[in-house]
């Protein structure tokens, strides 16, 4: 995975004025502190501060076998995760990878074959959604692709020099939902393409 660059920032828009920027951070990704003014509905200018974390786009997938009704997720240790109560850090999701340069489609045909094995045949994109727009830039764009048992070209698990070691995990559909009711599942991006699974296996024979 290559170390991304900072997006530069853009130029101003009708109600926000860019005033400059402190780099607070760049060990991985980059962490500054934005210093602008917002014009508030009222019509006041108001001057404010927000750190704002870049670490570049990503997309995600979900395979979604919908003959037998079956997901194939991931399981892997997320740091922040462990630090804000995770008993062990230990995330259920669907694959997802920063972009690195690539195509939302390159990327989840990538991280796909990386992380589960599965070589994917026809990604669908579904959307694109800012997963936490409050402090981090990146957008992530969300896909589905069908898939069947013999799509699997390889074990997956992830890319160990980038100290990745992930578990491949398939599961009926239901006990997925199950999982998200449960708390089993807590991660935002897969509750979102589980869902649109769900509505979609409605219209499904």
Same mark, same amino acid.
């Given at each position: ?10 130029? @101003?828009? %009708?109600?926000?004025?860019?005033? /400059?920027?402190?780099?607070?951070? @760049? ?68 694959? %997802?990878?920063?972009? +690195?340069?690539? /195509? ?6 990538? !991280?796909? !074959?990386?992380?589960?094995?599965? =070589?994917?045949?026809?990604? =669908? ?31 997956? /698990?992830?890319?160990?020099?980038? /100290?990745?070691?992930? !578990? ?5 559909? %239901?006990?997925?939902? %199950?999982?998200?009711?449960?708390? =089993?599942?807590? +991660? ?18």
């Amino acid at each position: 995975m290559k170390r991304p660059e900072a997006a530069p920032l853009p130029g @101003d828009a %009708a109600d926000v004025r860019l005033l /400059g920027a402190d780099l607070l951070s @760049d060990s991985w990704y980059t962490l500054r502190q934005i210093h602008f003014e917002l014009r508030r509905r009222d019509g006041q200018w108001q001057r404010l501060s927000r750190e704002a974390y870049d670490r570049g786009n990503g997309a995600v997938l979900l395979l979604w076998d919908p003959l037998r009704r079956t997901v194939v997720l991931t399981r892997q240790f997320r740091l922040p995760a462990f630090l804000n109560g995770s008993p062990d850090g230990q995330l259920i999701e669907a694959c %997802a990878g920063l972009l +690195d340069g690539d /195509g939302p489609e390159a990327c989840v045909r990538r !991280e796909a !074959e990386e992380e589960t094995g599965y =070589r994917i045949r026809a990604p =669908r994109k579904l959307f694109e959604a800012y997963m936490s727009p409050g402090s981090v830039t990146e957008k992530l764009h969300f896909f589905i692709a069908e898939y069947a048992p013999g799509d699997r070209v390889r074990a997956g /698990g992830g890319v160990v020099e980038e /100290g990745e070691d992930i !578990e491949v995990i398939e599961m009926p559909l %239901a006990e997925a939902l %199950a999982a998200i009711a449960s708390g =089993r599942i807590q +991660d935002g991006k897969t509750i979102m393409l589980l869902q649109h699974a769900a509505l979609a296996s409605v219209n499904t024979p």
